[in-house]
């Protein structure tokens, strides 16, 4: 039998070494505690982003389940979308590109700005008398310019197309006695009153329209006191007529597909139909098609030959199926997954929402879909850095949907202008303010939670995105 002070002694020995395991633990759980705060220099290491995949892309495919005359609309459209047109279409007589698909081609047809930006080659296609504007670069995105303001002071916002069709003689037509001149766009800039938009892609822009406004707004209203810890809030763009949720465009301008294309047509190619009937320049002797220069053919042999081209626009981008994913590239499988996890926990999901689903659509292929886009669809305040003082709509000079993150990975510019290549620029784009005109971006505690990962978590975070 052990005596009274030994027995003491043990006690007292126990109780000591519970105490110092019980300290290194909590040393241990607040030396984590403060790496996910600040972060571990990694002096052989920094997270960089990986880059546009290289596997092959299986995007740009129709979606699944269409019948027979939907894949032939949606190849119908598609051949429409890929199409050149000359002056005897419509062609300008102000415009930025002459196809749809010149914009829309990365990874393929209906993504975004391609590698080499064709812009460059159609300023003086066919003879015409165009200068490249500076910001027009052989290698650079595709680009519209707006004008923010007008010499009276008022708003202005519109596409100021980049080319005129002055001296372009093509096989539809002869323009050499046009005599229209482009816009002083470097005037303009150096009055810092030019901004650039490049193309949105239209991949699973179908399901995007079949998601029923209630959705968006039952998942505005969710993780609601999370959302307001981190400063975000967000709203839907509404139509001003009938008060639904439009969902196109940078600032979810546009409620339709329809919308979107002929308003398109019209901006991009400067080519009337008929949901924007009038010429933009109605300069006479620069007219070479009847006004609107597309219409629905009543005399087509078939359905489709009947369709006007915005509405076959239309249908290829409602069945044009979703990007691919990729499960291992880059960085494997087990980054990936790591990077959703930390997508989700430092507050990402928050406006870019990963799953939202479609409802009783009239296409059975677009019925009770669920629709992976990363995006709740809303405006939401960006602060001064990525401002772009544009109204379109409701929303406000510095609003921007959440840009839907699938097909990231094989995209090769980022943010509305096109500012850059680079993903992590990108992040970082997204914090910043308050100003004496803008409010601070509502992404700044977010970039923040991303600011203070280790270089390991943040390159996982980014082979997320570049997965999808």
């Not at 759980?29 to 990986?50: E, K, R, T």
């Not at 002797?285 to 629905?296: G, H, L, R, S, Y």
């Not at 981008?317 to 494997?332: H, I």
Request: with cysteine.
């Amino acid at each position: 039998m052990m005596s009274a002070p030994r027995l003491t002694l043990v006690i007292v020995t126990a109780s000591v070494l519970r105490l110092a395991t019980r300290t290194r633990q909590v040393l241990a759980a607040l030396s984590i505690f403060l790496v996910s705060l600040v972060g571990v220099p990694q002096a052989d290491f920094l997270a960089s982003d990986p880059g546009v995949r290289g596997e092959p892309s299986e995007t740009g495919k129709p979606l699944d389940g269409l019948t027979g005359s939907q894949l032939a609309l949606f190849q119908a459209g598609k051949d429409e979308f890929e199409e050149a047109d000359g002056l005897g279409e419509g062609l300008g007589p102000r415009f930025n590109l002459d196809s749809c698909a010149g914009c829309h081609t990365q990874p393929a047809t209906g993504g975004t700005s391609p590698v080499v930006n064709p812009q460059v080659a159609v300023a003086t296609a066919y003879g015409a008398r165009n200068y490249v504007p500076f910001f027009v670069k052989p290698d650079g995105p595709v680009r519209e310019a707006r004008f923010q303001y007008k010499a009276n002071g008022t708003r202005d916002g519109g596409v100021h197309a980049l080319f005129v069709i002055s001296g372009r003689v093509d096989s539809t037509g002869d323009a050499s006695g046009c005599d229209i001149r482009q816009e002083d766009f470097l005037a303009q800039a150096q009055n810092r009153n030019l901004i650039f938009r490049i193309p949105t892609p239209v991949f699973g822009a179908g399901l995007i329209e079949q998601i029923p406004d209630s959705v968006i707004v039952a998942n505005r209203a969710a993780n609601a006191l999370t959302k307001s810890a981190l400063g975000i809030s967000g709203r839907p763009n509404r139509n001003g007529n009938d008060g639904t949720i439009a969902r196109f465009g940078w600032k979810a301008q546009n409620k339709s597909l329809l919308l979107f294309s002929g308003e398109a047509y019209n901006v991009e190619m400067g080519i009337s139909n008929e949901l924007f009937q009038t010429e933009r320049d109605e300069t006479p002797n620069c007219q070479f098609a009847p006004t609107p220069n597309n219409i629905t053919n009543t005399d087509g042999a078939t359905g489709v030959d009947t369709l006007s081209a915005i509405e076959k626009f239309a249908f290829f981008m409602r069945f044009l199926a979703p990007p691919a994913r990729s499960l291992a590239m880059p960085g494997g499988a087990t980054s990936i997954a790591n990077g959703r996890a930390l997508f989700r926990d430092i507050g990402c999901v928050l406006c870019h929402t990963p799953t939202l689903t479609t409802g009783d659509a009239a296409v059975a292929a677009l019925r009770d879909k669920k629709v992976h886009l990363f995006s709740d669809l809303l405006l939401h305040n960006m602060g001064p850095r990525l401002a772009d003082d544009i109204v379109q709509g409701r929303a406000g000079p510095d609003e921007f949907r959440t840009a839907p993150l699938w097909g990231l990975g094989e995209r090769i510019f980022f943010l509305h202008d096109g500012r850059t290549t680079d993903l992590l620029k990108a992040i970082q784009a997204h914090q910043s303010g308050p100003s004496l005109r803008f409010p601070a971006s509502e992404a700044n505690a977010v970039v923040d939670n991303f600011n203070r990962l280790s270089e390991e978590q943040k390159q996982d975070l980014l082979n997320f995105l570049r997965s999808l």
